[in-house]
């Protein structure tokens, strides 16, 4: 009966299941190990405690339009370089590490379909482009959607996802704040709906614009949201920030948004406010 004492040899790394590293992730929120292919069935939510995943801008287009309504416009806009700006690297190579990366020259896109039936206008911001920051591409995209809501009488859905305004345009940037502002209050003036949906993160020049000029500002749960850190505005004011501070529910407690929505609620919620806010809605059929 030797055989059964016979001694196990160890594991060789070459002997070892080779196991894809991105099959699994680690939840933030709760420490969860979840099967990556779970998450994205669960819209990248953790199952386990909820927390909401980085989206991508092509996630939520086709979680929010119509199978097959979406027609993107004003896809071919990119960035020039009009400051001839360099830090580590020049503007321009870091326009085309991101192109490359997001698969799109900037960090925006915009169109129109239909949500729940619902014609829209549709802008949704793409954080891995730099960080979803605005330049003057990203404000004249939104400004060009803003202004096909206005010829069609249609309302504007914007989801933001950025960490502000592009420091490598400069004033350029900082000056689409007051472009879009201009042009959403003449959407409100004609009395279409302007739904914003803020994500994680959303901070900078896009807060202090577009992101909270909506006649109904939803978030995502748990989203950071804000004009500047908080490790500045600490230093700043020599105090110690509450818990929770620039986060999706204290900006609610403190009436600084409409609702927190989870994502799984999003296209029912926007359509449901869109039903009762547009007067021109119709019903389909």
């Known amino acids: 009966m030797a055989w059964f ?28 190990i979840v099967y ?19 989206f991508e801008a ?27 700006f360099v830090d ?13 990366r997001a698969g799109r020259p900037e960090a925006m896109v915009v169109g129109s379909g239909k949500l729940d039936g619902i014609p829209v206008s549709l802008a949704v911001m793409d954080f891995s482009f730099i960080g979803g920051s605005m330049g ?22 914007v989801v933001s996802a950025s960490g502000g305004a592009r420091m490598q345009e400069g004033i350029l940037s900082l000056m689409q704040m007051a472009k879009t502002a201009t042009l959403l209050a003449r959407l409100h003036e004609a009395g279409l709906p302007h739904i914003s949906i803020l994500t994680n993160p959303t901070a900078g020049g896009v807060t202090a614009s577009y992101a909270m000029l909506g006649d109904v500002n939803l978030a ?9 850190g ?31 929505v989870p994502r799984s609620e999003l296209k029912a919620t926007v359509a449901l406010l869109l039903r009762h806010m547009w007067a021109g809605w119709k019903p389909q059929g």
């Open 5 to 32: 004492n016979k001694p196990k040899k160890p594991l060789r790394a070459q002997d070892r299941r080779d196991v894809p590293s991105d099959v699994f992730r680690k939840c933030p929120g709760c420490g969860a």
């Open 36 to 54: 990556r292919e779970k998450l994205t069935q669960n819209l990248s939510v953790c199952p386990e405690c909820g927390f909401h995943f980085r």
């Open 58 to 84: 092509s996630d939520y287009l086709r979680l929010l339009m119509d199978e097959g309504s979406f027609s993107e416009e004003y896809a071919g806009l990119a960035s020039a370089d009009p400051l001839g």
């Open 88 to 100: 580590s690297k020049p503007y321009t190579a870091r326009v085309q590490v991101a192109e490359q």
């Open 136 to 157: 003057s591409v990203v404000g004249e995209k939104l400004a060009r959607i803003i202004d096909r809501s206005l010829r069609e009488s249609i309302p504007l859905v």
């Open 220 to 228: 995502e749960p748990d989203a950071f949201i804000g004009f500047a």
């Open 230 to 260: 908080p490790r500045v505005i600490e230093e700043t004011i020599r105090q110690e920030l509450p818990d929770g501070f620039q986060r999706s529910e204290f900006l609610l407690e403190h009436g600084m948004l409409d609702c927190v």
